[in-house]
């Protein structure tokens, strides 16, 4: 039986309009889940929001209490290196062109620039440099050996895979983390689709493709871990999830998936979902214990040692964590050598040794 390396990602950020508070999104639920983290000796890998931080600081010039709430996430980045944890690169191109509103204390962004793959190359191509620099330059001062490797689409929507892994591997990129296997979703705002991946869990190399394996490559993906399954919606009815979406709804109403949907539209979605994730913030720990059971006693990787598996939370969501003590102590009764915690970085060099020895 191979060994898992679970890699917790937080995709950190505002609301997908804009809206949202940097201490009560960001900060305070992302301590939170740090909290439980050290109780486990769980290592988390923060997906940076690098356009939200852009934007704040161009307007931090007039609205000095932007630049403030962007010191707030410095610090918690640095923190988090210095403790061993991880922060790569996440972009929401919405923030492309956003305004401040003064009068309601809260941006305006461009819903019609949600998808990072429909800007001009050149402009992917600057976002994905000045990212890496930046992270780079604030937090290799608190760990020599961090450097940034991983992305992450906003909303993992990349509708041209080609022109996105072109620009990731020019910048020097090494892994990408944006697929959900095997899904195809649609909206107004939000598209995507992944279709006959290779797995549902396990890594593979890509070249052109997000969703389809060149072994001939040496680029990463690593999907977010993802089954399908005509009753997935079912996996959404538990408490975890609707208390936790009871306290979001009170902050941001409309989904940017859901804009203009009509109440048959709404519950047309939640019944069609035919997926769920390994999400901490959504699934009960009885689901997420099955899923990692389903991983270590799946004989298709036997030849493995370590099999890397991503799984994914979000700060702006992360409410109602209680029974992610069960899940964490289940796997240190259970499982005590057979479950080991890793930084998406760690993932990422592990799998490139594997590849290059």
Known sequence: MPKIALITSIDYELFGDGSGNVKREQINPTNNLLQIARLYGVK?????????????????????????ENQLIKNQLISFIKEGHDVQLHYHAQWENAIYNDSIKNFTVNLDTIDISTLEYKRIVEILSDGKIFLENLLKPHNYRYECIGFRAGSWAVSNQNKLLKALKYVGFKSDSSVVPNVKFESEQVNFEYGNCPHKYHYWYVNNYLSKEDISSTFIEIPIYTEKSPYGFLKYLNSKYLQSRKIVSQFYKVKISEKNFSLLQKIKKIFSRNYYMADLNTMSAKTLIKMVEEALNNDQFTNEEIIPIMFISHSKTSYALDDLHTFYTYLKIHYPHQIEYWTYQEAIEYILKDKND
Request: a negative charge; hydrophobic letters at 40%.
């Open 44 to 68: 988390l890998t923060i997906m940076f929001e690098y356009a939200q931080y852009i934007v704040y600081e161009k307007f931090g010039q007039e609205y000095p209490h932007l630049l403030k």
